[in-house]
């Protein structure tokens, strides 16, 4: 069964940093794209970073661009997402997702973790 | 990217249909047979329902389906059923140099 469990959120202040983690069991996790998602309070889905297997290749919305780093360690089966220099806007429930296949981008999301919340005020 | 678009609301009574516009670009959802559908209850983590414009992950209803034209993909929820009230969003691949884009979302009523 595919678990994926993040951890790491909480409330930071603006220009403030984060480190997310998401612990992931289930699968072959060297061989798997992952994904950051992120939702903010009644908002829509937004995608946020996606890194290859191997963590060579990444990609990142436009608005986190030049702030946020996204990163795994194969070792741990662990993806991480390093936010520097927060905003308000970044307020969002954080999901970490896995697609079906071991492509180099996740393009589907059959598999979420649960989420964890990170609040930046204004 | 920017976001696809998709109505606020859509209704229906039980036992009807309802279908969800998803319109994009011909960068993304007109130019790939990769777009998803997403059902999101209040409180709940996102759940796939339909991927590559018409298929369906095992364990979701017939009831659901997708399709596409052009720039616009679709949604239809046939039957509707009280359990099919939620937030669906659609998602579609960008190119392989590019995270894909989610839709605006849309907040399915049963009547």
């Known amino acids: 069964e595919v678990l994926l469990v993040e951890s790491g959120g909480g409330l930071v202040q603006p220009g403030g940093s984060l480190r997310l983690s998401c612990a992931a069991s289930g699968f072959t996790f060297s061989s798997y794209a992952l994904a950051w998602v992120r939702q903010a309070p009644g908002k829509g889905l937004e995608w946020v970073s996606s890194?290859?297997?191997?963590?060579?290749?990444?990609f990142y919305a436009d608005s986190v661009k030049g702030r946020f780093t996204i990163s795994r360690d194969n070792s741990k089966n662990t993806l991480y997402l390093q936010m520097n220099t927060l905003r308000a806007e970044d307020t969002a429930i954080y999901y970490c997702?896995?697609?079906?296949?071991?492509?180099?981008?996740?393009?589907?999301?059959?598999?979420w973790g649960q989420g964890t919340l990170v609040t930046v005020p204004s | 990217q920017s976001a696809l678009t998709q109505p606020p609301s859509a209704s229906g009574s039980p036992g009807q249909s309802v279908a969800i516009s998803c319109t994009g670009t011909s960068s993304d959802v007109g130019a790939y047979n990769f777009v998803s559908w997403y059902q999101q209850h209040p409180g709940k983590v996102p759940k796939l329902i339909i991927f590559e414009v018409s298929k369906r992950p095992s364990g979701v209803p017939d009831r659901f389906s997708g399709s596409k034209s052009g720039n616009t993909a679709s949604l239809t929820i046939s039957g509707l059923q009280a359990e099919d009230e939620a937030d669906y969003y659609c998602?579609?691949?960008?190119?392989?140099?590019?995270?894909?884009?989610f839709g605006t979302g849309t907040k399915v009523t049963v009547l």
């Open positions: 997702a896995k697609d079906f296949t071991n492509g180099r981008l996740v393009v589907y999301v059959p598999y």
């Open positions: 998602s579609s691949y960008a190119g392989s140099n590019n995270l894909g884009v």
């Open positions: 890194i290859s297997g191997s963590g060579d290749i990444t």
